[in-house]
């Protein structure tokens, strides 16, 4: 019998590609970019299936791919796909939830630590040959221990930051949400709260908030001035949230004291970006995920999604049918 065909697009190992081509007939693509899209419009007219990540699947592309039933991203987000589009066409979308929980939630904790220690300024202090004598105050961090640490967006990724801020740090957690999260009130003593009272109640502001429409410039001239001056800002959520130029505004003039990013508007960060010229930031490659276990886990996850919308089953991982 033939199998039905599925376009992957993105890197994976080889063994994990076996898991797809025992099922089906399996067409690869490492990544897709302008070298290629034409050759990937093709593979995909008589797909059934897209599994892959980091390209954004418009209606321009998606509207070729007339037997498409099932795309599985390979990431918790979703934000690069038309929702309504792939509703109207009734493809099922799946996604990557959990496994990655507790590793982005690592990447963000270091962030957090990196911007309040000051790492990348010591670090280059160091490479650069001028530590000669002992460390002056003008160098020094700050405490994270004790403080407040305010989360935007106490979902999964948020409850595993706080948890971490809060048994491990001491550190008491305000959130800002549009529903109650229960299982932070009860177990870390979370408090929720107006955007604009945490933003002036916390030491640390840190954003793990997912792209939408009302999440879009969240973040700007008006929630910097808001924050204390002794601030530290982070964001591992998504770069729509943040205004770039009015944090580069914040930190330029120390309105805030620091800030720590994993995402950005546009990715990779444009070298002429005002944010490369700070020192009171610590910038990271969009790497929330990116641990070589949870890599593994999250393509595994995705197979596993894919097989399943296969077979009609969108009980778990699914998020528009
Ligand atoms: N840096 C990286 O590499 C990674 C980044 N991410 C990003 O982190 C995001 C969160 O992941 P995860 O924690 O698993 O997702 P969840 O859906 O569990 O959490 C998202 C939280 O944001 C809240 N939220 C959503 N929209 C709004 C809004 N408009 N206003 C206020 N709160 C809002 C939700 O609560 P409620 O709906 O009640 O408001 C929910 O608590 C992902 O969508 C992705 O964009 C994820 C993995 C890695
Ligand atoms: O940003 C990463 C994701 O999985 O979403």
Request: charged fraction near 20%; glycine fraction near 6%; charge should be negative.
């Amino acid at each position: 019998m033939m199998k039905d065909k599925v376009v992957l697009y993105k890197k994976i190992p080889e063994q994990q590609k076996l898991l797809l081509s025992q099922m089906f007939n399996l067409i690869c693509f490492d990544n897709i970019d302008e070298s290629n899209l034409k050759q990937f419009i093709h593979e995909i007219k008589d797909a059934i299936g897209l599994i892959g990540s980091g390209v954004k699947l418009h209606q321009e592309i998606l509207q070729h791919a007339l037997n498409l039933k099932v795309i599985s991203t390979i990431s918790v987000g979703y934000d690069h796909f038309d929702l309504e589009y792939l509703k109207s066409r009734n493809i099922a979308l799946m996604h990557t939830p959990d496994v990655l929980t507790d590793t982005t939630a690592d990447t963000i904790f270091t962030l957090i630590m990196c911007s309040a220690r000051r790492t990348t300024e010591l670090n280059n202090f160091v490479t650069s040959g001028k530590w000669s004598n002992n460390l002056k105050d003008d160098y020094f961090g700050v405490d994270i221990h004790g403080k407040k640490l305010g989360i935007l967006g106490m979902g999964r990724i948020g409850y595993a930051v706080a948890k971490r801020a809060h048994l491990g740090f001491d550190m008491q957690i305000n959130y800002y949400n549009r529903s109650v999260n229960s299982k932070a009130e009860d177990n870390l003593n979370a408090q929720k709260m107006e955007l604009d009272e945490l933003l002036a109640d916390s030491d640390f502001v840190c954003s793990i908030l997912p792209a939408n429409q009302q999440t879009d410039l969240l973040i700007g001239q008006r929630e910097f001035e808001l924050m204390k001056d002794s601030a530290i800002f982070i964001n591992g959520g998504r770069g729509n949230v943040v205004d770039q130029n009015a944090l580069a505004i914040a930190l330029k003039n120390q309105t805030i004291r620091a800030a720590g990013l994993d995402v950005y508007e546009v990715e990779p960060l444009p070298q002429s970006s005002p944010l490369m010229k700070l020192k009171n930031i610590t910038l990271f490659p969009h790497i929330g995920s990116a641990t070589s276990e949870t890599r593994v886990a999250m393509i595994t996850c995705a197979i596993e999604n894919l097989k399943a919308a296969y077979i009609g089953d969108l009980t778990k991982n699914c998020v528009v049918s």
